[in-house]
């Protein structure tokens, strides 16, 4: 076996855990899909793309310390004789087995994705109880303000998002990779990380502090498709 079949193999794999991540959006679709058509009824179905999504976090987890573990072992065999490479197998499986061992399955519940799945999950069910509620021409009204006034781009990269982050403190919307970029590089100055947003008085967007907003990407996703129509 060779370093550069070792990164293939890895790229590989990490080409495999996008598309898991995209599986989930994919789960957390259906299951909007499924709250939006329930008028008010719990569907059992949610439940099941739950655990399919839990299932995936799992499998993104498991690569992502598989990848970690890969890197280091080869990083090491790599200052070692040339024979060191006949025990690189062995030696990962060993210390990929110790680390997972140690892993519990409720940390999963902390996966990004799986979050995000739950918060929409529940902010949809909310919506539609509420739309169930009252008066329907009403709602629709209210609907259409609403869509009119969701500003879609990003205050980083001033183009429309793709995968919108939301700030839980200060309700701000921003592109993934953006805003965690410029979160990384302000702590690299050693510096706390302003919202762009003009006029925001949150001094201190923090990582812990972003859910993926799955119904906002819908929407994005909704209002290309439209406008791509006409």
Not at 26 to 39: K, M, R, S, Y
Not at 63 to 92: C, G, H, R, W
Not at 100 to 113: G, I, P, R, S
Request: include cysteine; hydrophobic fraction near 35%; charged fraction near 25%.
């Amino acid at each position: 076996m060779s370093f550069s079949a070792v990164h293939g193999t890895l790229s590989s794999l990490k080409s495999c855990q996008a598309d898991i991540l995209t599986g989930m959006d994919i789960v957390t679709d259906v299951a909007l899909d499924l709250v939006e058509a329930q008028d008010g009824e719990v569907n059992p179905g949610i439940k099941m793309l739950e655990d399919m999504i839990l299932d995936c976090a799992k499998l993104d987890r498991e690569i992502n310390y598989f990848v970690d573990v890969v890197q280091q072992v080869t990083s090491e065999v790599a200052t070692q004789q040339p024979e060191a490479m006949f025990s690189l197998s062995d030696k990962v499986k060993e210390r990929f087995a110790q680390r997972t061992d140690t892993l519990a399955d409720t940390e999963l519940h902390h996966h990004q994705k799986v979050v995000a799945f739950k918060s929409s999950i529940a902010s949809s069910s909310s919506q539609a109880n509420q739309e169930s509620a009252d008066n329907m021409e009403e709602v629709d009204e209210d609907i259409a303000v609403t869509q009119s006034q969701v500003n879609f781009t990003c205050p980083v990269t001033q183009v429309e998002m793709v995968n919108p982050m939301k700030n839980k403190k200060c309700n701000h919307h921003y592109e993934e990779t953006a805003i965690l970029d410029m979160i990384k590089a302000k702590r690299s100055q050693k510096k706390k990380c302003r919202c762009p947003v003009v006029g925001c008085g949150n001094t201190d967007v923090k990582e812990s502090d972003l859910i993926l907003d799955q119904i906002l990407r819908r929407k994005i996703q909704s209002h290309k498709r439209k406008a791509n129509r006409t």
